[in-house]
């Protein structure tokens, strides 16, 4: 993992554990920061991913209690925090954070990830044995570490694009939930949850007033992100939330912000025009790069980051704008989190429309309407007119799983080889969004949906994603709108305020309004997205159609003629079926890669 962290790295070893780390230096390059660290009294052990943005007030506080520090470290902070306080420690930070904490005398290790799942962590246990990492990678170095591939977990991942925690690819291995901690002891291991959002309390201050307060929130996140003992920079895409946090940086700043963007030169896919525009306003230092190499070059590479089958395209993106962003910083910025948070996706009002359908147009009609309009798939406003009624007609939990789904129960069918689907006959991937759906406490759907995101799509998609790409380059990102003050606080915002009359994200835009002006607010939305349907038949064609077609662990997957019927269909331009090409193409370089030399279901295999 020499990549998450090029500075240093260090390994302890005794009777009853190994710790190993590799440094990142942000805060005091110092050697001072090397870890795994030891506290003082020789108790206690840590290896610490992440920063903690309080720590200075925290080590104030400790300093008054007596506590003395070596270094100028978040890490060494950490460490007397959970001497002082235990696992109510975790209450009390604020932070990005994936760490242990090995107890000598008690002879227990105690782990926790921060509250929305922003640094990773995954862990194998089985009977005494106990082994954990941020990649799993790391974990598959193990020897005699099983690797039997989950089925229902490759279901999961063309039905999400990814494999929802606590879940991996593999049986034996599970990834620690967001704002959860675990104790293991003797054998033994715990799990427990020690942070949720809570929906349950609409605010009924005016919307001025909620206003004022969420951008001091969101100033004040920021604010605290900006501490750094090397150069720090930001992502700008040109959308409302990047251009707002790189326009508070601008004002808490003295010298003129880094920015970094990527372009592509298809234009439908291309806002680097705008964010170059909005950083001459805000005499940034701008750089920017347009993707022109073939992304067959750098896709095999970014497989192997990902570690287990992943396929949201903007992977690509984001890997070349850390790389840039690199190039000139050492910490970036980005406005992840708005869209969870304030609900800014599309998706989000197609599901608000479909709940007042649902609840207005009888069954009996709705029904009616959908046999009409499936007859006729070609034309696209019948199309949609099936969409819509065919979800109106499930109730809200198992619609909000069907918009989330990129693959129909009918596509799997045609895809997928008769064996495997037998293995996973009568299970059912939408139980992570029905999980969700059902524990959020907000009074209302939009409530409901926004929880489920935030708890199940954010970390399992968009937080994976950024790691992975930005740790590709040994870059940090922070995220001022992932805080959970801001998230805590944007929770309690009544859905009106977020949602209004099919504007999305209205409050949030109202307080950014002063900062990026009307032309960002009004310009429609692009999202990080990359020509999919093209690349298949031009860059990526020849690459995919190999992959997928030769290898000789597919057949155990797929059936040849159900891949070869959507393969023709998008070659011919009948159809556009990039996403599933790309999450076919994804799964197939992952198979090609370690881990996988065993797959007849039920056998296991030593990577």
Request: proline letters at 4%; glycine letters at 6%.
């Amino acid at each position: 993992m020499v990549h998450r962290g090029p500075d240093m790295g260090e390994v302890v070893v005794d009777s009853d554990m190994g710790l190993c780390h590799r440094r990142l230096s942000i805060i005091d390059l110092s050697e001072d920061g090397r870890q795994p660290m030891v506290s003082g009294d020789g108790r206690y052990t840590i290896v610490f991913n992440g920063e903690i943005y309080n720590f200075q007030a925290l080590r104030n506080e400790l300093a008054a209690k007596g506590y003395e520090f070596r270094s100028r470290t978040d890490t060494e902070v950490l460490l007397a925090l959970y001497a002082d306080q235990g696992v109510a420690s975790l209450q009390k930070i604020r932070g990005m954070y994936a760490y242990a904490i090995w107890d000598n005398k008690k002879k227990e290790l105690f782990a926790a990830r921060d509250r929305i799942g922003k640094k990773p962590f995954y862990y194998y246990h089985q009977g005494d044995r106990f082994a954990f990492a941020s990649e799993l990678k790391s974990i598959l170095e193990l020897d005699d570490i099983p690797t039997e591939i989950d089925y229902t977990a490759v279901l999961d991942y063309f039905k999400y694009l990814y494999v929802p925690h606590p879940k991996t690819i593999y049986k034996g291995i599970s990834k620690l939930e967001p704002g959860h901690y675990l104790l293991y002891s003797d054998g033994k291991l715990t799990i427990r949850e020690y942070w949720d959002v809570d929906f349950s309390s609409p605010s009924t201050s005016d919307s001025r007033e909620l206003g004022e307060e969420l951008f001091a929130i969101i100033r004040d996140a920021v604010e605290c992100r900006l501490i750094s003992d090397v150069p720090l920079g930001a992502f700008l895409s040109g959308g409302v939330d990047s251009s707002g946090i790189v326009a508070l940086m601008a004002q808490i700043c003295r010298e003129p912000i880094t920015t970094c963007t990527i372009g592509f030169n298809d234009k439908k896919h291309n806002e680097a025009v705008y964010a170059k525009a909005f950083a001459q306003k805000l005499n940034a230092k701008h750089h920017e790069q347009y993707i022109k190499d073939e992304p067959a070059r750098i896709i095999k590479k970014l497989v192997w980051h990902f570690d287990e089958p992943f396929a949201d395209s903007s992977m690509v993106p984001t890997y070349y704008v850390s790389k840039m962003a690199r190039q000139h910083v050492t910490v970036a910025l980005s406005g992840d989190g708005g869209d969870e948070s304030f609900a800014g996706y599309e998706k989000y009002t197609i599901d608000s429309y479909e709940n007042r359908v649902r609840e207005l147009v009888p069954a009996a009609l709705l029904k009616g309407i959908c046999g009409v309009a499936g007859r006729f798939p070609q034309w696209n406003t019948l199309k949609r007119l099936h969409s819509l009624s065919s979800s109106a007609l499930l109730d809200p939990a198992q619609a909000f799983y069907v918009t989330n789904s990129f693959i129909t129960d009918q596509q799997a069918e045609q895809i997928f080889s008769d064996t495997f689907l037998q293995e996973v006959r009568g299970y059912d991937p939408a139980v992570h969004t029905l999980r969700y759906y059902q524990q959020a406490n907000g009074t209302d759907h939009l409530s409901k949906i926004l929880y489920t995101d935030l708890k199940l799509f954010l970390p399992g998609d968009i937080l994976v994603k950024v790691d992975r790409m930005t740790m590709a380059n040994s870059l940090e990102m922070r995220s001022p709108l992932l805080d959970h003050k801001v998230i805590e606080f944007a929770a309690r915002l009544p859905s009106s305020l977020k949602l209004r009359n099919g504007e999305k994200k209205y409050l949030l835009k109202e307080v950014l309004r002063p900062l990026v002006g009307d032309e960002v607010l009004t310009r429609k939305k692009h999202g990080f997205t990359v020509p999919l349907n093209a690349w298949f038949r031009d860059e990526l064609r020849d690459m995919a159609e190999s992959s997928i077609f030769e290898s000789e662990k597919m057949p155990l997957f797929f059936s040849r003629p159900g891949l070869q019927q959507i393969w023709d269909e998008h070659q011919r331009c009948t159809m556009n079926h990039g996403t599933l090409l790309w999450t076919v193409f994804m799964f197939s370089l992952w198979l090609e890669g370690p881990g996988t030399d065993s797959l007849q279901y039920g056998e296991e295999s030593n990577a």
